[in-house]
């Protein structure tokens, strides 16, 4: 299981940390991502970490402002939302998959937290 928390609003320019808590063991063999989606639109791919930690992907949109981490000593994710705008505004999601690989499609995921919630007010 996962859980996601840490959304909230806040006004464009500001910082958000989201945290995903994650029940599956070894935490460390999984990768993991972050994907959001806005009204109306579908799921897209934010940020992807391996196992170890060592290996990150992101997608364009947020590269340079938000940084995906982990702690595996406490079975946590995070992502650091730094400079926030507008169009940041969505449902954020975790999810965990047995990958060599951080593909950033929804369809390799298998596990699944529920989303949080993060609002940008310009």
């Known amino acids: 299981q996962l859980q996601a928390f840490g959304g909230g609003s806040g006004q464009a320019g500001e910082s958000l940390r989201l945290s995903c808590e994650a029940s599956?063991?070894?935490?460390?063999?999984?990768?993991m991502a972050w994907f959001r989606q806005a009204p109306g639109k579908e799921r897209k791919f934010v940020a992807a970490i391996s196992g170890p930690g060592r290996s990150t992907n992101y997608d364009v949109s947020v590269r340079g402002r938000f940084t995906i981490s982990r702690d595996n000593a406490k079975n946590t994710l995070y992502l650091d939302l730094n400079t926030l705008a507008s169009w940041d505004t969505a449902v954020y999601f975790c999810a965990a998959a047995h990958l060599p690989l951080l593909i950033p499609l929804a369809s390799e995921y298998k596990y699944w937290g529920r989303g949080t919630q993060v609002t940008v007010s310009s």
């Open positions: 599956a063991r070894p935490f460390d063999t999984y990768a």
